[in-house]
């Protein structure tokens, strides 16, 4: 780059990039697949009127400006279901077990732990398992058994 040409602002980019981003964000709370293409969002309103977006599988808590920045790819948003989508299927779930709605919640939870231990067993799958059987017998742990 000569000396009479100015500098490419990378900065004045990326922000336009955010405010894009920050702009196609949803604003109805729901549940959502992301512009990643793989994770879902869940976004809500508290009480407070304070926006919170919560991505399966992360502990953070997001705005929309740090979500915009984070997470972000060329796939719109698509949404999956309405928080009250939600909520009417809870009840129905609990109304055919008897309106316990605990052990709907228990099986929920249950259902969640199961998929991502399959997710694992998955990603394990192509991996050698000679190292992981090194570290087993280090610690006493027989495989066969989990």
């Keep these: 780059m ?3 040409e100015p500098a490419f602002d ?3 980019v990326i922000r336009e990039m955010i405010t894009r981003a920050t702009e196609t964000a949803s604003t109805e709370p729901g549940v959502y697949k992301m512009p990643c293409g793989e994770c879902v969002v869940d976004f809500f309103i508290t009480a407070e009127g304070e926006e919170h977006w919560l ?3 992360d502990e953070r808590s997001y705005t929309r400006e740090t979500h915009a920045i984070t997470r972000h790819g060329d796939h719109p948003w698509e949404r999956l279901y309405t928080l ?3 909520a009417r299927e809870l009840a129905r779930l609990a109304a055919a077990n008897g309106g316990d709605i605990d052990r709907v919640l228990v099986e929920l939870v249950e ?3 199961d998929r ?4 694992v067993v998955r990603e394990r799958d192509g991996m050698s ?3 992981l059987e090194d570290v087993a017998a280090r610690f006493g742990v027989d495989l066969d058994d989990l």
Excluded: F, K, Y
């Design 2 to 4: 000569g000396d009479d």
């Design 10 to 12: 990378w900065e004045g």
């Design 55 to 57: 991505v399966a599988g």
């Design 84 to 86: 009250a989508d939600a």
């Design 111 to 113: 259902a969640i732990d």
């Design 116 to 119: 991502e231990v399959a997710r």
């Design 129 to 131: 398992a000679g190292p």
